[in-house]
């Protein structure tokens, strides 16, 4: 009874956990052609998240804690402006 009440309380709790990460979509597009960059990568600054888009120029990033971060993203031919 008391392994089944264990069992319980940790399922039940389980997803305050998970509410506790966010997952942060990113979207990078050409600034003129508005076309979406696929490969680009995408770093989050001040921590060990990055990445690289897929073919529609979107990331999703997960496991982040609530806060402010900064991202930054390059991609080969284009100049970096922040």
């Known amino acids: 009874m008391k392994r089944t009440i264990?069992?319980?309380?940790i399922v039940l709790?389980?997803?305050?956990?998970?509410y506790a990460?966010?997952?942060?979509?990113?979207m990078v597009k050409d600034a003129d052609t508005g076309e979406p960059l696929i490969g680009a990568s995408v770093f989050l600054q001040g921590t060990r998240l990055n990445g690289q888009t897929?073919?529609?120029?979107?990331?999703?990033?997960?496991?982040?804690?609530?806060?402010?971060?900064?991202?930054?993203v390059s991609y080969l031919v284009y100049k970096t402006d922040i």
Do not use: C, M, S, W
Request: proline share 9%.
């Open 21 to 26: 990460q966010h997952p942060l979509r990113i």
């Open 54 to 72: 897929n073919p529609k120029g979107v990331i999703y990033l997960k496991r982040l804690k609530e806060g402010d971060y900064i991202v930054k």
């Open 13 to 18: 709790l389980l997803p305050f956990g998970l």
């Open 6 to 9: 264990a069992f319980l309380a």
